[in-house]
């Protein structure tokens, strides 16, 4: 019985997450170590740096854009950066005996986290310490999200920020400002195409910074004067 429990156990050690018995995250005596810990080094930058980069660049240089440009181009970078992955990481970067659909979440993993990675980086560079400038744009519609506690709701609004065109772009405006705005409310899943044919219903002022690759960032909004 004990010859059968301490087999049952060692065969537990042999898994492929445990292979001889070491942790997961022990590196592997029978490879170089330096490689190793480069690897480890670097897998930890895109995945722990990657969101907080992209967070950073979306809270404080948010590039000016359409949404739909935002989701499309968020999406495409994720399904770039997973099928990269392919030719990035061979099998001998998994654990020997891994299972292949395992590994389908590494991989889009890595896109999503690359994904931030990039956007972060791109947006602080665009958008630090450059110059401010501001318009008065025309407002559309308004909303806020559900949450039950309107202190912790956040609040939108629906402009058309650049001159002489009619595309839209919702932004994120303080509590204060949303509730000192007549115009219409709108659902929070009003599609793109319904607030582009709605009509102006007054103006605001926009702030955006001059981003440094000649794309702008929004930095805030108030009342026109």
């Known amino acids: 019985m004990r010859r059968g429990a301490e087999k049952q156990m060692s065969n537990a050690q042999e898994v492929w997450w445990r292979p001889g018995g070491r942790s997961p995250f022990a590196l592997d005596p029978t490879k170089p170590r330096l490689p190793q810990i480069v690897s480890a080094i670097g897998q930890a930058l895109i995945i722990f740096g990657g969101p907080a980069m992209g967070l950073v660049a979306i809270k404080y240089y948010p590039i000016l854009i359409e949404d739909r440009t935002i989701y499309i181009g968020g999406l495409a970078s994720i399904v770039f950066w997973f099928l990269a992955s392919f030719a990035i990481f061979g099998n001998k970067y998994f654990p020997p005996g891994m299972p292949r659909l395992l590994r389908l979440p590494f991989r889009a993993g ?7 990675l990039l956007i972060g980086l791109f947006g602080i560079a665009n958008g630090y310490d450059t110059p401010l400038t501001s318009r008065d744009v025309a407002v559309v519609a308004k909303h806020t999200t559900r949450h039950s506690d309107p202190a912790k709701r956040a609040y939108y609004v629906a ?16 509590r204060n400002l949303y509730a000192r705005l007549n115009v219409p409310l709108t659902a929070i899943d009003t599609p793109q195409q319904e607030l582009e044919s709605m009509p102006n219903a007054g103006f605001v002022r926009l702030i955006v910074g001059q981003g440094r690759f000649g794309l702008e960032w929004y930095k805030g909004m108030e009342l026109a004067e």
């Open 159 to 174: 402009v058309r920020a650049w001159p002489d065109s009619r595309e839209m772009v919702e932004l994120d405006v303080p």
């Open 110 to 116: 890595f896109g999503l986290c690359m994904t931030g």
